[in-house]
């Protein structure tokens, strides 16, 4: 059984940063790709970052590069997500996310085990 486990949420005000961390178990973590998404209230989920299996190839939404950095080590079944230079419109619920393949996915259909999410708040 796959779990993911999200933590590293918290309050911080603007221009501060974050670590978000998520750890998987229940299968080989150094096998798939991992994703972080987020969700604001009152809107639908939207990808943020992803990595390869391996870390080699990482993907950012416009609206994170150059501010966030994903990042994993295998040896801890662990992906993060480091939030720098953070706005109010960061503000949201941030989840990890694993796939069924090796490679960079962006979309949520391609993502089949969800963490629980960890609430991020960014305030002005």
């Known amino acids: 059984q796959v779990q993911l486990v999200e933590s590293g949420g918290g309050l911080v005000q603007a221009g501060g940063s974050l670590k978000l961390s998520c750890v998987g178990s229940g299968r080989t973590f150094s096998s798939y790709a991992m994703g972080w998404f987020r969700q604001a209230p009152g809107k639908d989920r939207e990808f943020v970052s992803a990595?390869?299996?391996?870390?080699?190839?990482?993907y950012y939404a416009d609206s994170v590069k150059g501010r966030f950095t994903i990042s994993r080590d295998n040896a801890k079944n662990a992906v993060y997500l480091q939030m720098n230079s953070l706005k109010p419109e960061d503000t949201a619920v941030y989840y990890c996310?694993?796939?069924?393949?090796?490679?960079?996915?962006?979309?949520?259909?391609?993502?089949?085990?969800w963490g629980q999410g960890t609430q991020v708040t960014v305030s002005s």
């Open positions: 990595a390869s299996s391996t870390g080699g190839t990482t």
């Open positions: 996310a694993q796939t069924d393949g090796p490679k960079v996915r962006t979309a949520e259909v391609q993502y089949p085990y």
